[in-house]
């Protein structure tokens, strides 16, 4: 009798456990391991359409980070800075920056595209601002540009 | 110190419930070793003098000892204490309906002492024994009859042992024969356990037949008081009534009310 | 007559002050340590057993069901912009952040919470509780502790259940049956679920959920007018009471968690 109790409660306990797990691994897809070295780096556009804090930053389709803050800067250009597993250290500074859309109606996300590596490259670091930088496509600037043809870029 | 010759004293003692008096200065003594009654017609509050002796409720003014020890505005932590010297037989046995028998009457032992398991088997059978339910001791409240529940309660509650028994109303509902069974319980155990026995109850005859001392309370205070056979001898009317069991007298069958010819014909103005 | 109903409401607001005043009370007494800590484990395991392992089985069906019902509505409507990818996404964020909390209390009240009020009630009624009392136990750490402790510790893990049965129901129904990618199904889900924002802001929700609705729970039966009547009544005033709590503290906390 007793037994039986102690036992259902251990199940219910573990059944408890395995679904915290469950939503922690499995949907959430987080480290448990917690909160991993992350390091800084800053952008400025001149438009960034949809993008959000918390919006991923992704390398070739690999989640690198995401954005922490989104702010106008002193010259009126949006200053986007995003915090990067310390895993993926290794880009160069000729790396650039684009505000990408999954899908026609999906969400936005910074695609980084690492750049050359040669001897005046550096490695960029905690802080460092990212120069080569695209912005976010505005589907009304598109089919103004396609209506008038005054494309000039 | 000096042990008294009261278990309990409770001198000028008022209480009052939501704006009603239920005690106006009280006294009352409970000498240790006897059997004493507290007698009364029901709705008077008896269950409540119980409850103010155990410490569960608080009187507006005066005082409550227990051996000595004045229970009223006294710390919890005493007043706990103090309890597991008291025994209490509940109306309804109030036995703990998810534990058996056993299990019932175990209980204060464990919660209280640290006494291996052998040696609570040998008290629960023995307490179980002398209210002769050791063969019911692996059954479970609900398969016992109401006599039965109640005898079981009584062996938990002189499970420790207690100085004091208190039995509220313990023959009430109870067949002639499980009637006859806790009178002579109620006796025995005061006699052979040495304790101090309290009987609130309203079974006149059944009272008399085993108390030492009776008090008769209406009216918020003590109106009598004696030994049995001094009360049968009593002539104030109040006393014969209740002792006689007559329907009207000085505590009237009525209802206080008003003329009742007005209000039956006065109807409708 | 005006006289007499500002009277009538003062003397409601004093008796609902009063209330709650006797509720802190017994959490407090409940609550302050009693130095028998290794005695009450069989307690609170028993109790565990009674709040917890016994509702598992409405919160696994409720939550089968839900997260079957989500994904095939969610479906019916994400098809129309083309975006049945974001399916789990839909079925996972709903259920950890409001329907995996929420639901799942409303039915721990139900199952749990009535029962827990109708046994202390009835323990008063039958005068087990002045029993206690009289064995110099305190009933608030024999009887009320223990069970505040499961379900508080219950009710988060069913919540978690709940949540987790509720997304496999959605990927039966929204994977196996209309034909959602599996991998889009979970990827999609895997890249907008946040631990931080969202499961464990479920999980604050569910923990103050459990306190309050046991302690509603407790309180009713504690205070009850230990007649059938009174019993009946404080168990129908639990399951209202902990439901309305329930909802209009989700909408403070969903404000406080995703309002900004």
Excluded: C
């Amino acid at each position: 009798m007793s037994k039986k109790i102690e036992l259902m409660v251990g199940f219910f306990l573990l059944a408890g456990i395995a679904a915290i797990l469950m939503l922690g691994l499995k949907v959430a897809n987080s480290q448990l391991g917690g909160n991993t070295d992350t390091y800084q780096l800053i952008a400025k556009f001149s438009n960034i359409g949809g993008l959000k804090v918390r919006s991923s930053v992704k390398v070739g389709g690999v989640v690198v980070g995401r954005v922490v803050s989104i702010s106008l800067d002193d010259d009126f250009s949006p200053k986007v800075v995003m915090n990067i597993n310390s895993d993926f250290n290794k880009f160069p500074d000729s790396s650039s920056v684009a505000i990408l859309t999954s899908g026609l109606l999906g969400e936005q996300f910074i695609g980084l595209t690492p750049g050359f590596v040669d001897e005046e490259t550096e490695i960029l670091a905690n802080g460092d601002l990212l120069e080569d930088t695209r912005s976010a496509m505005v589907l009304e600037d598109l089919i103004g540009q396609f209506l008038y043809g005054n494309s000039e870029d | 110190m000096s042990v008294s010759d009261n278990i309990i004293e409770i001198s000028a003692m008022n209480f009052s419930r939501e704006d009603r008096i239920i005690y106006n200065d009280i006294n009352l003594n409970v000498p240790r070793g006897k059997v004493t009654a507290i007698m009364g017609p029901s709705g008077i509050g008896k269950t409540t003098l119980l409850r103010l002796i155990g410490g569960q409720i608080t009187p507006s003014s005066g005082s409550i000892k227990f051996n000595d020890q004045e229970l009223v505005n006294i710390d919890r932590k005493s007043l706990f204490k103090a309890r597991r010297k008291m025994g209490m037989l509940f109306q309804s046995g109030a036995m703990f309906t998810e534990l058996s028998v056993f299990d019932n009457v175990a209980f204060p032992i464990r919660e209280h002492t640290k006494l291996p398991e052998s040696i609570i088997r040998k008290i629960v059978l023995m307490k179980l024994e002398a209210v002769g339910l050791r063969g019911a001791a692996d059954l479970f409240p609900s398969e016992l009859s109401g006599g039965m529940a109640r005898r079981a309660a009584l062996a938990r509650a002189i499970a420790l042992d207690p100085d004091l028994i208190m039995y509220d109303e313990p023959f009430t509902g109870q067949d002639p024969i499980s009637m006859g069974v806790i009178v002579r319980l109620i006796r025995e155990l005061n006699d052979a356990l040495g304790v101090t026995s309290i009987v609130v109850s309203h079974d006149v005859d059944e009272v008399l037949s085993i108390a030492d001392y009776v008090y008769i309370v209406a009216n918020k205070t003590v109106i009598a008081s004696g030994t049995p056979e001094e009360l049968r001898q009593e002539t104030a009317p109040q006393i014969v009534q209740f002792m006689q069991g007559r329907p009207d007298g000085p505590v009237p069958f009525h209802f206080p009310s008003d003329d009742y010819k007005k209000e039956l014909f006065n109807h409708g103005n | 007559m005006a006289i007499s109903s500002i009277q009538q409401m003062g003397r409601n607001s004093l008796s609902v002050i009063a209330g709650l005043g006797r509720a802190a009370f017994m959490l407090v007494g409940a609550l302050k340590p009693s130095g028998r800590g290794v005695k009450l484990l069989p307690l609170l395991i028993k109790q565990l057993y009674v709040v917890g392992v016994q509702s598992l089985i409405i919160i696994v069906v409720s939550g089968l069901f839900i997260g079957m019902v989500l994904s095939l509505q969610g479906y019916t409507i994400l098809v129309g912009y083309g975006a049945e990818q974001s399916l789990g996404q839909m079925v996972s964020l709903s259920l950890l952040r409001e329907l995996g909390p929420v639901v799942s209390a409303l039915l721990f009240a139900g199952r749990a919470g009535s029962a827990l009020t109708a046994e202390i009630g009835l323990m008063k009624a039958t005068e087990q509780l002045s029993s206690l009392e009289m064995m110099a136990i305190d009933p608030l750490h024999q009887i009320v502790a223990p069970r505040f402790w499961a379900g508080v510790i219950s009710l988060p893990l069913l919540a978690a259940i709940f949540s987790a049965v509720g997304i496999i129901g959605g990927h039966l129904v929204g994977v196996d049956w209309l034909g959602v990618d599996s991998g889009a199904f979970w990827s999609v889900m895997q890249s907008s679920v946040e631990w931080q924002e969202d499961i464990v802001n479920g999980a604050i929700k569910s923990i103050i959920f459990a306190i309050v609705v046991t302690w509603i729970a407790l309180h009713k039966g504690y205070d009850a007018v230990p007649t059938s009547e009174g019993i009946s009544k404080a168990t129908t005033s639990t399951v209202v009471q902990s439901s309305l709590a329930i909802l209009g503290l989700d909408f403070v906390l969903t404000v406080v968690m995703f309002g900004s």
